[in-house]
């Protein structure tokens, strides 16, 4: 390779922790994170491409491809058989533990490890660069894929979301099932999956991240041998245009379960790029302040045996494309449950948000991400999807500890609309 | 790097356990009281938990205290009941962020082992009850987590074989009990099972990460000491060696996937010298993506997306679940039992018997960099050889031959087998 790497420290004092954000001459970005004192290593090595791009178009491309949904998901199935064999067989050797998961915008290889740490990372980098499908091999999982989509058929989450999704989205399509249907993926060919892989399993459109007990050189050493340059390219991602509105605001399914279970969810309008680390950080206090345990909302409702301590949360639920923030849970009655949260934040919108709960919110969410930061496997997640999505760590944890009550309440000006809230509830089949 | 934990004693019947390590930015202290598992005290046992962190006497109010624990930097205050053999594991935790890394200079540990000594200690009892509001509250959610466990079908599956392998035994017993059993509780017995509870179970104290220990053992010691206990009860526990015969049982719900789970007698439990066999034999046959249920009834036959298996070295039991469709049953499970066969007649490699050990290793090794594992591991020790760490425990792996592989393979005797069922047609 003609160049070098290009190395960048990133330290948090707050945290007391650092890490390295390597550009790689072959074109991927790396992250670095030791924890000299682990004695296990947790890496992962992933793609920006997930379930929502099933519509797109390549340089050299004449046209926009539209592909079967769940072909992502297909192809990390596929990606662990190389023609001499299969990754796990090959991790086998080392005791690293392997997994993968694709989720709606980007596709992931991962393993721990405690030792053979070089061993467990070469075979990633190498299984994850070395496609190899065949009609039979394909054909083979479709009986796997199938079984794992009728499970999720039984889980009455998944369900639950997905038709919260179908209520809030008109076309873009983190509304399909991330493994698509039995109809679906019948359709996903060789070539298909080849064409997928070529396009988006580009090293400029992938990152690594490795945090536990490394030595960076060593790591970097072996990437500078195994990584294959990938030609400068780019890929778009073609959405249909969505519209500001809510497609319906109720939407139900009977399904075997004893207690109902809901997601009610407030659709954003999305600008073309990300949020900002800081609109994350005010995002999440907010919603700590007017949904934690400590406030108002959740003590009338635990009151009202309207929602139950396991399974009552929020989330701010952010991609490429879509934003909405989505409460859900447990509830004999999710309407109920709906129309309280209306109202506190027609509350919260007139009164704001007092000094106190805004230092607490803010307290909790930072103390929950230091905490966070123990675990090597919660790092490299972390830092993996924060850096495609254009974000970094330490930038999000001082926006936390400097985030001002204001703006946190100028949030409500672009959320938690409630002309723009639709609910969805799974209840017990009569 | 080998974590040592310091062992002592905080009065008869309570034993104290550390760890000090300043790599983990998190403290967790944990309080667990052991029970023997009847059909009789359990719901009345696995309230408390719940009641006790819900409110004290100073802070009788449920908002005021999350308030309060959200002002440390969000602390979490946990309550769990599970299941250890034939005992019931009743704990209460705390866990939130070391002192270090408050923004403005705050002790957080401190507070955090006193708050969690006076949320056991101090309940805000009127007319010596626990309050009517709190504990009806946490009847109806402990009712509607049993509920939800029939919503997670998997879950649901291998609490009903469980059930049915388990009918004459205490561990038959729920963990909470039945819905019946948490509806007919009454109030005013409540108080006095809170005494037995502190006052003559089996108490074990964890704590685990970035904070000096020796604060939170004199918060506990005086606590106790103000008690006068005297020793605590014993806790059986019944391992039972072989099957007599084949439970075989069949429900039917509205389903797309239809379930199988199985249940084995191992033959050996904690604290038998062949339980590294069968830790080994368990991740060989159905613990990784390399064991033979995985190769076989996943990527060979295509039957299924999870097939695995798992052993309780407590209770000495094996369990192997799958999800499949209903037609396929019969060949999931006649696989199941052939790929058993194969490994009791040795018919595998050195190196699938070298995969097991460092897949386990792993594991084992991997423990100590979270204050989970090292709370499960310690925990899961109480009653066998307190002291030993995971990597003991991987190196006792490591030795295991392949004949001793085998002669644990061979004891394993099929006991339950259970099946959830949808509907015939297909969508």
Partial sequence: MGTESKIREISSERAGEHYYEIQHPSGLRIFLYPKEKNNSTYAIFGTKYGSIDNCFQATGDAEPRRVPNG???????????????????????????????????????????????????????DFVQSPYFTEQTVQKEQGIIGQEIRMYDDTPQWRVMFNLLSALYHTHPVKIDIAGTTDSIAKITPELLYSCYRTFYNLNNMALCIAGNIEPERVLALCDKMLKPSLVSSVE???????????????????????????????????????????????????????????????????????????????????????????????????????????????????????????RAKNAVYGRNLMALNDAGVIANTVISLAFAGRELYSYIDAVADADADAVLSRLETQLNPDLSAISIVKPVR | MITEVDRRSVCDGVGFRSI?????????????????????????????????????????????????????????????????????????????????????????????????????????????????DGFEQEKRQMIETLEAEF????????????????????????????QEQIRALKRDGLTKVWQQLIHSSKVEILVLGDCDPEPVFCDFSAAFANLGRSGAEECPNFVKKTAAQVNDCTDKEDVAQSKLVMGFRAGCAEPEKSVPAMKLMSALYGGTPNSKLF??????????????????????????QSGVESENLERAKEEILHQLDDVRAG??????????????????????????????????KTFSDQGRTPEKEAEMVSAVTKEELIA????????????????EEKE
Avoid at chain 1, 320 to 333: H, L, N, R
Avoid at chain 2, 113 to 124: A, I, K, N, T
Avoid at chain 2, 152 to 160: G, I, N, P, S, T
């Fill in chain 1, 71 to 125: 072909i992502a998901h297909y192809l990390e199935h596929k990606l662990f058989e190389s023609e001499d064999g299969d990754a796990f067989a090959r991790y086998a050797k080392t005791g690293a533990s392997a997994n993968a998961y694709t989720s709606f915008d980007m596709t992931c290889y991962l393993f721990s490890c405690t030792e053979n740490v070089y061993e467990s990372l070469e075979i990633l980098l």
């Fill in chain 1, 237 to 359: 991602r073609i959405f249909e245009p969505e519209p500001e509105s809510i497609v319906k605001p109720r939407v139900e399914q009977s399904l075997s379960v004893a207690v109902p279970l809901f997601e009610f969810g407030f659709k954003e309008s999305v600008a073309k790029g990300r949020a900002s680390v800081r609109q994350l950080a005010e995002t999440d206090i907010l919603l700590e302040a007017l949904a934690s345990p400590a406030s108002p909302l959740y003590r009338s409702l635990l009151d009202d045996g309207l929602i139950n301590e396991a399974s009552f949360s929020h989330e701010y639920f952010e991609g490429p494309g879509f934003a909405s923030v989505i409460f859900s849970g447990e509830s004999s009655d999710p309407d109920a449950v709906a129309d309280r949260i209306r109202r506190e934040v027609g509350r919260v919108r007139r009164e704001g948000i007092g000094r106190d709960a805004f230092r």
């Fill in chain 2, 20 to 132: 000090r390590e300043s790599r983990f930015k998190t403290v967790r202290i944990s309080v667990h009281f052991f029970r023997p598992l009847e059909q009789e005290t359990v719901s009345a046992n696995a309230i408390l938990p719940f009641l006790l962190t819900r409110a004290s006497k100073k802070y009788p109010d449920y908002t005021k205290l999350n308030e309060h624990l959200a002002e440390l930097y969000g602390a979490e205050l946990d309550a769990d009941v599970q299941k250890m053999g034939d005992r019931q594991v009743l704990s209460v935790s705390i866990t939130g962020l070391a002192d270090r890394y408050a923004l403005n200079g705050e002790k957080i540990s401190g507070e955090l082992s006193r708050l969690l000594c006076s949320m056991l200690f101090e309940p805000p009892l009127q007319d010596g009850m626990f309050p009517e």
């Fill in chain 2, 151 to 178: 919503n997670d079908k998997k879950l649901y599956a291998l609490r009903r074989c469980e059930e049915i392998m388990f009918s004459d035994e205490p561990y038959g017993v729920g963990r909470y009990g039945t």
């Fill in chain 2, 295 to 320: 190769l076989n009834v996943r990527e060979k036959m295509s039957l299924c997306y999870y097939c695995g298996s798992a052993y309780n070295p407590t209770k000495g039991i094996l369990t192997v």
């Fill in chain 2, 347 to 380: 018919s595998f490699t050195d190196d699938d018997l070298q995969a097991a050990k460092l897949s386990l290793c792993n594991s084992y090794h991997t423990i100590s960099d979270s204050l989970d594992g090292l709370e499960g591991w310690y925990l899961s």
């Fill in chain 2, 408 to 423: 644990a393979a061979q004891n394993v005797t099929l006991d339950t087998v259970y099946r959830l069922t949808g509907n």
